[in-house]
Structure formats: structure tokens, C-alpha cells
């Protein structure tokens, strides 16, 4: 296995595997991702994964234990249209969101407990 250390890199780094380090990765630019499920945070039991399925964005859950190779869950508690901007918040029955909502105009809906919209 090839290692670089302290090693600067001038234009683009095409890279056919996986990347793995353990310090801190940092540039004063994008980084794009081209994938679907484009970044994952995984820590502990849980991981929360980015997904832009070019209709919506969600900040989607992994299942206990699976914070690093589990696929999503079932749970949405938080999306928005990429077309139209519509930010959709999902409770569970046994939670109450509490929110202050101010200025909301008529061409913004906020929606919160199944889909039962606030105006």
C-alpha cells in the first residue's frame, strides 16, 4: 500500500478506492460528490447521510449499529423540494415539535405532523 505524507498535490487527484485517514481533511474550495448519497456522518451507533435524490434533499438516519455500512432507515424527520423549496418536518406521534415561526408569507408553507400545513 502506497502512503503520502506531507505531500501536496498541484490540479486534481483521481482516486479509483476508498480513502481512509484518521486526521483532518481540509481545502479552501467545493467538494463535490456526484453520488446520490453524497456525504455520511458517522459517529458512534448512528450515521446521518445527505441525499439528493434530484427531487427532494433529506438528512436521512442509519439504524443503530449501522453508522458506517447500514443503508437509511424508515425515519424522514427532515427534507425539502429541490424544485420548489417546500421544507417538509416529520414527527413521530409520541413527540411534539415545538417551533416559532415568524414573517411566514402566503408562497411559504411549513409543514409539521403528517404533512398538516402551517400558514
Known sequence: MAQLKSTTISGSLSVSTSITGSGIIKGNNEIISTYANGFRLAYGSYGVILRNDNSNFYFLLTNSGSALSGTWNSLRPFYFSLSTGKCTVNTTSDK?????????????????????PIK
Open 96 to 116: 411534539r415539535l415545538k417551533t416559532n415561526i415568524q414573517d411566514l408569507n402566503e408562497k411559504n408553507t411549513v409543514y409539521i405532523l403528517k404533512n398538516t
